[in-house]
Nanobody, 127 residues
């Protein structure tokens, strides 16, 4: 089991930027594809972005393409989400997650494919 801890959330004005981090422990981070999800108040948890274990491939939700960038530093066992041009509709609790099976990747991975979750970090974008 991997333990995940997100940080970097906060309050930002529309058009601003934030960088989320997710530190991992307990498994070999570099062998697991990772993802970011978010859940707004009263909404279902939704996919934001994912990255292959090697960092060579990424996938994004249409709503964040061109504004968000997912990356990872396997030497530091850390996942990142750089969020630019933030909008009020980006307001949500953001979660990082590790995919269930090592050395697997799909650009179409869904919530059910991820088995370990962090506790989430709140991002609030004011208009």
């Amino acid at each position: 089991q991997v333990q995940l801890l997100e940080s970097g959330g906060g309050l930002v004005q529309a058009g601003g930027s934030l960088r989320l981090s997710c530190t991992a422990s307990g498994r070999t981070f570099s062998t697991y594809s990772m993802g970011w999800f978010r859940q707004g108040s009263g909404k279902e948890r939704e996919f934001v972005a994912s990255i292959r274990w090697s960092g060579t491939m990424t996938s994004y939700a249409d709503s964040v393409k061109g504004r968000f960038t997912i990356s990872r530093d396997n030497a530091k066992s850390t996942l990142y989400l750089q969020m630019n041009s933030l909008k009020p509709e980006d307001t949500a609790v953001y979660y990082c997650a590790a995919i269930r099976q090592k050395l697997t990747w799909s650009a179409r991975a869904t919530l059910g494919d991820f088995g370990s979750w962090g506790q989430g970090t709140q991002v609030t974008v004011s208009s």
